[in-house]
Structures are given as structure tokens and as C-alpha cells.
């Protein structure tokens, strides 16, 4: 071999080992980020030019990846599953509070409660004016209770929309940063330019899509990552569709309805909870059309207080006291609650303004409608029979109270999980410090090596250009 040779492959040499104690240096300075990878330089021997690079590569499990991915995309759905029921409990007084002295009693079966009681009270002296008058006031707190639960249910249906569109909008902003990404890093690939720190942003970045909607992917040719739901819809493939939100239904590519290929994630919950299929039957699951199942229940218990009386039922509550007798002077006759449903539910004005009284004819049957079992009520995912008024308030309270129970395990199982697949995850891919050390340390003797070597080619030279002159 040639000085010029032996020159060239020994330059060609401390090239490649400057990159690698540049890569290994990288490592070790962000070995402590979530998203960083172990990256690598690849080399290769030529008889005539020595070692060279070949390629710039980072460690990854594509196994575990993927799974970590769903894993993130089930967790971001269960997260936001979890608050909204929470807020459900809060709202119904079903979450147990931090307070011991808190009653643990819900809202409306206490609303409930509390009027029975003042009927029951009312039944020992039917002409006394202040126990006439605690009826009133807890059948009108009643009233605001279903009131405030049903205009509580309306602000977070509105909540849910407004988080879908915020959602949307993030998804767009990771989709369009993913398109970018692809076209970097087939940028440079195309010139066999190290690629890996856009690799590793574009994994946090496809991290943070999955946690709020399903994804698959699939690695092109050139570098570049396709994005597509679980479907087959298009999310990322050359460009980037903007998803768009309506207050209804999910738009894709070309403003297609992609709305049911949406699964998983923060806005597969949401879209979950906010469905209304109406008016086909709920779904029978759980954490689907909440706010539909929510008013519908709602509505029933308002509907059982002014209905008539059901065939094979007791006296309901509004024919006990219509349909007593006598009615004196300055009593109500007939209508004691009047509307349709939980916005339209109202005490009568006339008992309101102390212009009427309650009849008392009507105390003692309006205590047993209130109090008898036997009844059932039907409503969008809840069925119930042979309960009493009080019966009903307190299974839709129980009801929900199991659903946020299950929800809230079911979220932190999960949670844990994906902890536990990024710390696999981390441990597969990630840098290790002891490696990394040993790694650098070995380079530089390559390099002190190398550059000893170029030094006696120099010196090699200087006595060769001596001898010649």
C-alpha cells in the first residue's frame, strides 16, 4: 500500500470514528430524555479507501413499540373515560369526599328522602300551616335538585363537544407535524444523512397521537411513516389530512364522515360518551351515550312523579292526591307536580305562593304512593322494577356510582400498564450510560490510535521529501 493509500484510509478512519464519538457523545448528553433512542454508527471496509460509514441507525423494538402505541391509545381513552364519570359522581353526590362528616347519602335520593319525610310528618297533623309549608319547600327542593341535575348534565355534554374540538385540533397539529418529519428525514436518507433524532421526534410525536386516537402505521421505503385509523382511513400517507368537527360527526380526507372510524384514545372517549343513536336503542355499554342514558333517566324520574298510575303498579303519586276527596276551601285541587320531563318538572305555582294548600285528604295516600315498592321504570340504560319513587333516585345514583368505580380501575389497571411498557420500552432502546462510557472510551483510543498513525505518515513524508531534495 501507498503513503497516499495508507494517508487516505487512515483519514477516512478518524472520519468515522469522529462520528461515532459525536453519536455517542449525543447519547450520553440526552440519555435522560423519554424520547431518545440509541443511536448508532455502522460501518464498513473497503480494500482501497479503508473503513467508511455505511449508516447512521438508532435501536428499536418495533414489537414492543406497537404495543406501547395501543397500550397509550387504551390509556388516553380510559384517562378521560375516568374524569368525565368522576365529574358524573360529583355532580350526583355519589363521590365519596375526603370529609368524613360529608354525607355519603346522593342528591337526588336525599331530595328524595327529605320529601318523604315532611309527607310523613305532614300525615300526623294535616292541618298544621308549618308542616304544610316543609312539604312545599322539599317538594320544590326536589324539583331543583332534577332541575340542577339535568342543566348539570347539559354543561358537560357541552364540555365534552368543546374538549372534541380542542382534541381535533391537536390531532391536526401532530398530523401535519408528522408529514413534516417524513419529509426530512426522506430528505435525508436520500443523501445517507443521520436520521434519528427526526426518527425519535416523530415516535414522541406518533406517542402523543395514539394517546388521543387508534392508530396503525406502516413504514414506507423511503423513511416516511403512513398514518391510518384502525379502519383503513387516512390519517398521514405523503400528506396530512385536517379532521374537522361539526358538533355531530368527525370529517376526514374530501369531508368524509369518518366519525365510527374513530376508535380508542382521548377522542374515541369523548366520541363514546357524546353518541346518541337515538332512536334505536342505547348501547349496552357502559361509557356509550352517557349523556343520553343520563337525561333519559332523568327524564323518568320526573315523568314517574306526574304520571298516572301504571297498570299492576301502585298509585302513583299524582293520582293519589288528584283523585282525593273532599277538597276544601284554599286547598289545591289537583296538581301537585306538573311537566314532561326534567327541564319541564315544576311544583304548582299557586302551592308556591301560598295562595293554595295541600289537600288534606290526600296526605296519607300521597305517603304510601311515595313509600310503596312495586314500580318500575324504564329509561335508555336502565331498567328498573318493583322499587319505590326513592327506589328509582337511588339505583340511578347506585348505577353510575358502579360505572365510575369500574371506569376508575379500569384507568388506573391501564395506567399502570403503559408505565410499565415504557419503562420496557426505555430499558430496550434507550441509552445506557455504562455502555455509552465504555463505548467512548474505546474511540478514543481508536482515534488517539489513528491520529498517531496519520502522525508517522507525516513524518514518513517530511524524511521521503528531505531525501528527495
Known amino acids: 500500500m501507498s503513503l497516499f493509500s495508507a494517508l487516505n484510509s487512515a483519514a477516512n478512519s478518524l472520519n468515522v470514528i469522529q462520528a461515532g464519538i459525536q453519536v455517542v457523545s449525543d447519547n450520553m448528553n440526552n440519555a435522560n430524555s423519554p424520547d431518545r433512542t440509541k443511536h448508532t454508527v455502522s460501518q464498513t471496509t473497503d480494500p482501497l479507501s479503508g473503513v467508511t460509514i455505511s449508516q447512521y441507525s438508532r435501536s428499536v423494538d418495533v414489537a414492543l413499540q406497537a404495543q406501547l402505541q395501543g397500550t397509550t391509545s387504551e390509556n388516553g381513552m380510559q384517562q378521560v373515560l375516568s374524569q368525565y364519570m368522576s365529574q358524573i359522581g360529583g355532580m350526583l353526590g355519589t363521590t365519596n369526599s375526603n370529609n368524613s362528616s360529608d354525607s355519603a347519602t346522593p342528591k337526588l335520593t336525599q331530595a328524595f328522602q327529605d320529601f318523604t319525610s315532611a309527607l310523613q310528618d305532614l300525615s300526623a297533623s294535616p292541618e298544621n300551616a308549618v308542616a304544610q309549608n316543609q312539604v312545599v319547600q322539599k317538594a320544590q327542593a326536589l324539583v331543583q335538585t332534577i332541575h340542577t341535575l339535568s342543566a348539570g348534565v347539559d354543561q358537560m355534554e357541552t364540555q365534552a363537544k368543546g374538549d372534541i374540538t380542542q382534541t381535533v385540533k391537536s390531532i391536526n397539529t401532530d ?80 369531508g368524509a364522515d369518518i366519525t365510527a372510524a374513530i376508535s380508542g384514545g382521548k377522542l374515541g372517549g369523548l366520541l363514546d360518551m357524546v353518541a346518541d343513536s337515538s332512536p334505536a336503542p342505547a ?97 335508555d340504560g336502565l331498567t328498573l322494577t318493583n322499587v319505590s319513587y326513592g327506589g328509582m333516585a337511588d339505583q340511578v345514583s347506585s348505577n353510575w356510582s358502579t360505572i365510575q368505580s369500574n371506569v376508575n380501575t379500569q384507568a388506573t389497571t391501564t395506567s399502570s400498564f403503559m408505565t410499565s411498557l415504557q419503562t420496557r420500552y426505555a430499558s430496550s432502546t434507550g441509552v445506557n450510560m455504562d455502555e455509552e462510557v465504555a463505548n467512548l472510551q474505546v474511540l478514543q483510543r481508536n482515534y488517539s490510535a489513528t491520529a498517531r498513525v496519520i502522525s508517522v505518515i507525516g513524518q514518513m513524508f517530511d524524511t521521503l521529501t528531505q531525501a528527495v531534495t
Open 283 to 379: 348501547s349496552g355499554d357502559a361509557t356509550t351515550e352517557v349523556f343520553r342514558k343520563l337525561k333519559s333517566q332523568l327524564d323518568a324520574v320526573a315523568g314517574a312523579l306526574t304520571g298516572t298510575t301504571q297498570a299492576g303498579q301502585p298509585t302513583s303519586i299524582t293520582d293519589a292526591y288528584n283523585k282525593a276527596s273532599p277538597t276544601n276551601d284554599g286547598e289545591l285541587a289537583s296538581g301537585l307536580f306538573s311537566g314532561s320531563d326534567a327541564g319541564t318538572l315544576a311544583v304548582n305555582k299557586d302551592l308556591l305562593n301560598g295562595t293554595k294548600t295541600i289537600k288534606q285528604s290526600a296526605v296519607n295516600a300521597m305517603v304510601s304512593a311515595m313509600t310503596a315498592t312495586g314500580r318500575t321504570m324504564t329509561a
Open 175 to 254: 398530523l401535519t407535524q408528522i408529514d413534516q418529519l417524513n419529509a426530512t428525514i426522506s430528505q435525508l436518507k436520500s443523501s445517507n444523512q443521520p436520521t434519528a433524532d427526526f426518527e425519535d421526534q416523530r415516535d414522541a410525536t406518533l406517542r402523543d397521537l395514539s394517546s388521543m386516537i387508534n392508530i396503525r402505521t406502516t413504514l414506507r421505503d423511503d423513511g416516511s411513516i403512513a398514518v391510518f385509523t384502525p379502519t383503513g382511513s387516512t390519517l398521514v400517507d405523503g400528506t396530512a389530512t385536517q379532521l374537522s368537527y361539526d358538533g355531530k360527526v368527525i370529517s376526514g380526507a374530501g
